[in-house]
C-alpha cells in the first residue's frame, strides 16, 4: 500500500516538534489557563493531567497507529484498518476532515485577533498607538483582513509539503516558543501580584470538584493534544515504519502538557498582576471575566500599565501565541489537503488553494454571522464532534482492527513490543476502558 514517493518526516526529532507543534496551540496557551483558573485552579490541573494520561494519551498512540499502518490521507487510513467495512469507516474519515476543517475555521478567526494584537503592541512600541486602534477594535472587516491574513501564511506553509513545509517551520518555530515562553513566564514572576495567581493555581480548592469539570477537563484533554479529527491519523501516515510510536507519542504528549502547565505558570500570575495593577478581571459577582476578555483585554491592560516595557512584553507575548497558533493550523488544513491530493489525485498547490479558499469563505460566513454562529461552531466540533468521533475510533482500534495486524504494526519500530508492559495493558485499555471513561464523563 505504501508509495515510495510518498512524504515523510525526515527524522524524529522533526516530527516530534511537528506533532507537538499541533498538539501546542491556543488550547494550551489560552484554553488550559482559562479553564484552570474559572474551575479552581489546582484542582483543575490535577483532573486534567489525570485525563492526559489515562485517555488522551492511549487515544494519541491509536490514531498515529492507524495512520501509520494506513500510509495515506484519513479516509483510505481507517478502510485500510476494516476493508470490510469500507463505507463505514471511509465516513469515519471523512467526517474527520470535515471537523478539522470546521476548526480551523474559528480558530483562524481567533488567530486573527492575536495578530491584530500583535501588530498593535508593535506600533505601540514605535509611538503609534493611534494608528493601531483598527487593528484591536471589533469589527466585520477588520476581522476578515486579519482571518485571511493568517490563513494565507497557513497555506503557504502547508503548500510547501511535509518536509519542506510543516516539519521545517515546525523545528524552526517550536525552540522559539520554548524559549519566549520561559522568559516571559520569569518575567512574569518579578512582578508584584504574581504570588496570588501561583497560589491559585498550585494549591488545590478540593470543593471545586465537580462531574462538570471531569468533562471540561476532559475535552480540553481531547483538543490539546489534537484528537478525534483524524490530524494525529494524518501525521502518523508520515512516519516511517522504524520509528517507536508509544514511546513518540509520551514524548509529544509530556511536550504538550509541559507547555499546558508552564502556560498556567505565566497566565494565571499575569492575571493577579494584572488585578494588581489596577485591571478587573473578576466580575461583579466574583467569577472570572470571560476567557475572551483574558486574553485580548486583561493583558493588553497589564502590558498598557506596565509602560514602555509593557509593550515589548506584549509583542512577544502575541508573537508566542501566533506561533503557537501557527504550527497548530497547519496540522488541521493538512488533514483535507492529503485527502483531497491523494484521493482526487489534484496537486498540492490546487489542494490547498481550493480548500484552503472553502475553509476561508466558512471563516468569513462565521465571522459576518458572529454572534449566532462562532460561538455554536465551537460547540458542534469540540463539545459533541470531537469527543463522538474520538469514540468511533478506539472503538475501530479496540474491536475491529485485527490484533496482530496492530502488534505487527507496532513491533516495526518497537521489537520487543510483545513483551513490555505497554503491550499488556494498552490493547484492553483501548478496548474497554477508554470507550467506557468516554461515554461516562460525556454523559455526566
Ligand atoms: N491542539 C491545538 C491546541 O491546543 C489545536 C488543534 C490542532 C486541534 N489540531 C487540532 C484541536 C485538531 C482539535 C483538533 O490549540
Not at 37 to 66: C, D, K, Q
Not at 123 to 138: C, N, P, R, S
Not at 219 to 229: D, H, K, R, T, Y
Not at 423 to 442: D, E, G, N
Request: proline fraction near 4%; glycine fraction near 8%.
Amino acid at each position: 500500500m505504501a508509495s515510495s514517493s510518498r512524504s515523510q518526516f525526515t527524522s524524529r526529532f522533526g516530527f516530534i516538534m511537528a506533532a507537538a507543534g499541533s498538539a501546542v496551540g491556543l488550547g494550551n496557551v489560552w484554553g488550559f489557563p482559562t479553564q484552570a483558573a474559572s474551575n479552581g485552579g489546582a484542582v483543575f490541573l490535577i483532573v486534567y493531567l489525570l485525563m492526559v494520561f489515562l485517555l488522551a494519551f492511549p487515544m494519541l498512540v491509536a490514531e498515529l497507529t492507524i495512520g501509520r499502518y494506513g500510509q495515506a490521507n484519513s479516509i483510505r487510513s481507517f478502510r485500510a484498518a476494516w476493508p470490510k467495512g469500507k463505507v463505514p469507516m471511509m465516513a469515519l474519515g471523512i467526517v474527520g476532515m470535515i471537523v478539522a476543517s470546521l476548526i480551523l475555521s474559528f480558530y483562524g478567526i481567533v488567530a486573527g485577533w492575536l495578530m491584530g494584537s500583535f501588530a498593535e503592541s508593535g506600533l505601540t512600541l514605535i509611538g503609534m498607538k493611534q494608528q493601531g486602534l483598527w487593528l484591536t477594535t471589533y469589527s466585520v472587516p477588520r476581522n476578515l483582513v486579519l482571518m485571511i491574513a493568517f490563513m494565507l501564511l497557513t497555506m503557504y506553509v502547508v503548500r510547501n509539503g511535509v518536509a519542506q513545509g510543516i516539519e521545517k517551520w515546525s523545528t524552526r518555530l517550536m525552540p522559539v516558543l520554548f524559549v519566549l515562553f520561559i522568559v516571559l513566564t520569569l518575567y512574569i514572576f518579578t512582578q508584584d501580584g504574581a504570588l496570588e495567581g501561583l497560589k491559585m493555581y498550585l494549591v488545590p480548592d478540593f470543593s471545586q470538584l465537580t462531574p462538570g469539570l471531569a468533562v471540561s477537563a476532559m475535552g480540553q484533554a481531547f483538543f490539546s493534544l489534537s484528537l478525534g479529527v483524524c490530524v494525529m491519523t494524518t501525521y502518523g501516515s508520515y512516519l516511517p515504519k522504524n520509528t517507536n510510536i508509544p514511546k513518540t507519542a509520551a514524548q509529544v504528549a509530556l511536550i504538550d502538557t509541559g507547555v499546558a502547565f508552564i502556560a498556567g505558570l505565566m497566565i494565571l500570575p499575569a492575571m493577579f498582576v494584572a488585578k494588581h495593577n489596577g485591571v478587573e478581571i473578576f466580575s461583579d459577582s466574583g467569577a472570572l471575566l470571560n476567557s475572551d476578555t483574558l486574553v485580548f483585554t486583561v493583558l493588553p491592560a497589564m502590558f498598557d500599565s506596565m509602560g514602555m516595557i509593557g509593550a515589548f512584553v506584549g509583542v512577544i507575548f502575541f508573537l508566542l501565541m501566533i506561533i503557537a497558533a501557527m504550527t497548530s493550523s497547519i496540522s488541521m488544513l493538512e488533514v483535507p489537503v492529503s485527502c483531497v491530493t491523494e484521493e482526487l489525485k489534484l496537486s498540492r498547490t490546487k489542494a490547498v488553494l481550493v480548500i484552503g479558499g472553502i475553509i476561508i469563505a466558512i471563516s468569513a460566513t462565521i465571522v459576518c454571522n458572529f454572534q449566532l454562529l462562532f460561538g455554536a461552531v465551537i460547540q458542534l466540533t469540540t463539545v459533541y464532534s470531537q469527543p463522538i468521533i474520538a469514540l468511533l475510533i478506539t472503538l475501530t482500534v479496540g474491536w475491529i482492527w485485527n490484533r496482530h495486524q496492530i502488534l505487527a504494526e507496532l513491533k516495526q519500530g518497537y521489537p520487543e513490543l510483545e513483551n513490555s508492559w505497554f503491550w499488556k495493558i494498552w490493547p484492553w485499555y483501548v478496548r474497554i476502558i477508554c470507550p467506557i471513561l468516554m461515554l461516562m464523563v460525556f454523559f455526566t
